[in-house]
């Protein structure tokens, strides 16, 4: 079945720091990827997608390259702000089966100080 | 434009007592609708979806059921709760159109069982 891996947080950084945050997937087909965000006390918002091998998603400064090579769909950002703070969630949906569903990861924590 | 509302926001109820969630979605028909449950450090459990009306397919066995009465609702219920009910509920809609499934959620409600 489908599963989504990713890095184990929380994750603590300075304010302008390098983020990355790992995620790698197993599925059958050709998944389209999401990374999703979860402010203190609300709901998911979708932060970027991908759709195929070698896009890339972008919004807000994050980015992240669908690697089909390494079935790796790995966050990051340039320089983190204090506002980034928040959990960061993984996720695919499978391109046939049952593709009403999305598999999502377990979740990253990242706190930014100033 | 569409949107998705939850409610309540929070939640407090006695072990054994009734449960009634209700999500509602406005500017879109037919969607598919799911309910997701998040445990207090722990990533997204999905519970129900549904794909139309009458339509419910469960994902646990568990204490609680779900219905969708009118295209666009979705109710999340228990006879009676249990402390393993306590958790965060999460409500999301999904256009069923062509191209990445995207999943877009509701503000969610902190149910807390005592």
């Known amino acids: 079945g489908n599963s989504v891996t990713q890095m184990e947080g929380p994750v603590t950084l300075s304010e302008e720091a390098f983020l990355t945050i790992n995620c790698t997937y197993t599925a059958t087909g050709y998944p389209s990827l999401f990374w999703y965000v979860q402010y203190p006390g609300e709901g998911l918002q979708l932060l970027l997608k991908a759709t195929k091998a070698d896009d890339k998603g972008s919004n807000k400064g994050f980015e992240a390259t669908y690697r089909k090579e390494t079935t790796s769909f790995h966050l990051e950002k340039g320089s983190v702000q204090v506002s980034d703070s928040a959990v960061y969630f993984c996720?695919?949906?499978?391109?046939?089966?049952?593709?009403?569903?999305?598999?999502f990861g377990k979740g990253t924590l990242l706190t930014v100080n100033p | 434009s569409q949107t998705i509302h939850q409610w309540p926001a929070t939640l407090v109820q006695p072990v054994g007592s009734p449960l009634s969630l209700e999500c509602t979605v406005e500017?879109?028909?037919?969607?598919?609708l799911y309910w997701y449950r998040q445990a207090a450090g722990r990533g997204l459990q999905l519970l129900f979806y549904s794909v139309g009306i009458g339509q419910i397919s469960s994902e646990v066995p568990q204490n609680l059921s779900a219905s969708r009465p009118q295209d666009r609702q979705f109710i999340l219920s228990s006879k009676k709760l249990l402390l393993s009910d306590s958790g965060f509920y999460l409500c999301?809609?999904?256009?069923?159109?062509?191209?990445?499934?995207?999943?877009?959620f509701g503000a969610g409600t902190r149910l807390s069982v005592l």
């Open positions: 996720a695919l949906s499978s391109s046939g089966g049952s593709n009403y569903k999305l598999t």
């Open positions: 999301a809609w999904r256009a069923v159109v062509p191209g990445p499934m995207v999943q877009y």
């Open positions: 500017g879109t028909s037919n969607p598919n």
